[in-house]
């Protein structure tokens, strides 16, 4: 057995440990914390945590409680970056055991890593880019432009039911085979294309841990009819002048009737944020 | 194109802020049951089956496979352990085939 909630969730001080930023002057944010908390910048030398007090992790089963606190996770870390630049944002649920002695020893003890960390991450932001296609029209163009799959249709056709039935079967193999190739060049090319303007590139696992449980509205009848499908979803870490250069391919992208993009950002660079502390266990 | 930062765009960010962002592994950190994540209930529901209350892996397992903790190791004794991490594991074979 795993310790209960109540026994390992709630401890005697705390610091909700949002992001880390560049600054030499301690202060309060105007921003409220996670359930209206204050949020007050700490600071050694010219690194600085961004922390709310706390007693106790955030922890819940009511997914839109939180739904509720990761927002308001997000509106901290946006403002941190707004004032400081570019933040080493913190996974929701970070707290640094104690008060913020135990902060300011933190902020001493890994003031290489944060300091390289930021640096790396100045004036850049993450873009978060999601290629979608039109199946139907995809899976139109991939037959029409494929000899091999043009053939098996007309020895389908001139098939007993036998043999139609398994010609069938490889129809549908190849089909889904060329269509898996089209996806992976798709998804090859905008990286490649991107590439230039990019200091990384990382493709993304969009299962979403939290959505499934939130959006239950979006599932109507209507989607069945639907033939658009994800191709790839990357985060791109990449310096903020340069995300009009990445807007403008993608609008090539965009301009394919097949094809649509969904450009947003920029974001607190979540997913190219590295571990703090690794030589520590 | 212009990147947008609309509500939709937030609202779909948020899922990411519970499997992206810097970890911080060291002793300063609250953990439960040693796991610098999330909490016990949440992990639970997010993993939607009552058995990860009881045993609070699988979805450490599915975070890993999800997210940074990618380098995870699996050890078949009573303890599993994962780089930077340790958890006492009454079950460490579920683990592994989860």
Redesign the interface.
Known sequence: MTDTPDASTSFERGRYLFCAVQTDTEQSLAVDGIEGGSVEVLTRGDLGAVVQPVDSLFDSDDMTTVHRWLLSHQRVVDAASESFGTPVPFRFDTIIKGGDEEVYAWLRSHAAELTEALDSFAGRGEYRIELEWDEAIIREEVIAEDDELVDLTSRINDAGKGTGYLLEKQYKQQLSDRLADRRTALAQTLRERIADQAKAIETLDTTSMLLENTHTDNSSSDESEQTTESVVTLSVLAARRNQDAIGDVLSEFASDPALSVTYTGPWPPYSHAPTIGEGDQ | ?????DEH?????????????????????????DI???????R???A?MATMT????LMLC??AR?G?LNRVIFVESEETEYV?IR??S?HPRMCCES
């Open positions: 194109m212009k990147p947008s930062r765009a937030i609202v779909d960010l948020v899922d990411v802020l519970l499997r992206e962002g810097a970890l911080l592994q060291a002793d300063v950190v609250v953990t439960v049951a610098p994540l999330i909490g016990l209930n949440l639970a529901a997010l939607g009881e045993y609070g892996i599915r975070i999800l940074r930077g958890i006492p009454p």
